[in-house]
């Protein structure tokens, strides 16, 4: 979805997370692909299971 749902998590990171934190995290697009979601939950059930 890209901006659309970026510049709202950058948002609520703003007002939830405590200062010092919320500076060192960059809230950005996946640069693996389209499909890294469905590799990283793969992934997470192989080993998981």
């Known amino acids: 979805m ?11 990171l703003k007002e939830r ?7 060192s995290v960059k809230i950005v697009m996946a640069e693996l692909g ?3 979601g469905l590799v990283g939950a793969g ?3 192989y080993y998981n299971h």
Do not use: C, F, Q, T
Request: proline content about 12%; overall charge neutral; aromatic content about 0%.
């Open 2 to 12: 890209g901006e659309p749902l970026l510049a709202p998590a950058r948002r609520i």
């Open 17 to 23: 997370a405590m200062r010092v934190p919320a500076e």
């Open 34 to 36: 389209s499909d890294v």
């Open 43 to 45: 992934a997470l059930s």
